[in-house]
């Protein structure tokens, strides 16, 4: 199945914005993670933008798991970017 790699952006001020969505969106990412869909998603350390990986049979279904969570829903993602990976090793 094809794997690939998501950029997004976070909002400014981040820290202070996430709180509240925080439990939703992890519990909404573990049901992905669950599903076989999400191999990793993490920020980066100046938590400006977050990576991700996925696993799926086409890029809308990686689109649209995207846009299900509440950080994207709630504008703490405000945009991304998604490409097939590629693995070389």
Do not use: S
């Not at 952006?9 to 599903?35: I, M, P, S």
């Not at 846009?67 to 990976?85: D, H, L, R, S």
Request: aromatic share 14%.
């Amino acid at each position: 199945m094809p794997k690939y790699v998501m950029w997004r952006n976070y909002c400014e001020n981040v820290t202070e914005k996430h709180a509240f969505y925080r439990q939703a969106h992890l519990d909404g990412v573990a049901k992905q993670k669950e599903a076989g869909l999400v191999i990793t998603i993490e920020p980066t350390q100046d938590l400006t933008k977050v990576f991700g990986v996925y696993e799926a049979a086409d890029e809308a279904t990686v689109r649209q798991a995207i846009e299900a969570v509440p950080y994207w829903q709630n504008g703490i993602w405000t945009e991304y970017e998604v490409k097939e990976w590629i693995q070389a090793f």
